[in-house]
């Protein structure tokens, strides 16, 4: 919709509370068809793991083809609700093996967004 900013829908998480496999059905979109999908068809979430206050996430190369306002989007939404998940107070997004407008990775806190080519590399 046109005039909705932001929206929320409630998934049955099946029991699990696995942050990979929550993640995985929160990449997959919305079932309101009120509600528009910020991530690219297909995109699965490769790896994720914390280190500190730091959630790292490597995602399929789907993300690679969005860019500009359309990329910090999706990796907002992505950031915010992996950092909600776990108690982090920081996340960084990468792509298996494409960059990401760019940039090797997307550095997201609750108050400001990096694209970075210096972060620590975690492969």
Do not use: W
């Not at 929160?26 to 690219?40: A, C, E, I, W």
């Not at 083809?65 to 107070?89: F, P, R």
């Amino acid at each position: 919709r046109d005039d909705a900013v932001v929206a929320k829908e409630f998934r049955d998480k099946g029991g699990s509370t696995s942050v990979s496999y929550l993640l995985d059905i929160y990449l997959q979109g919305p079932l309101s068809d009120n509600l528009q999908n910020p991530f690219p068809q297909n995109l699965r979430l490769f790896s994720v793991h914390t280190d500190g206050k730091t959630i790292y996430m490597t995602v399929t190369d789907e993300l690679a083809n969005l860019s500009g306002a359309s990329l910090i989007l999706a990796c907002s939404c992505l950031g915010m609700t992996a950092m909600k998940l776990t108690g982090c107070s920081s996340a960084e997004i990468r792509c298996e093996s494409l960059l990401l407008d760019g940039r090797k990775a997307i550095f997201i806190n609750e108050n400001t967004i990096l694209y970075s080519d210096s972060m620590t590399d975690v492969n």
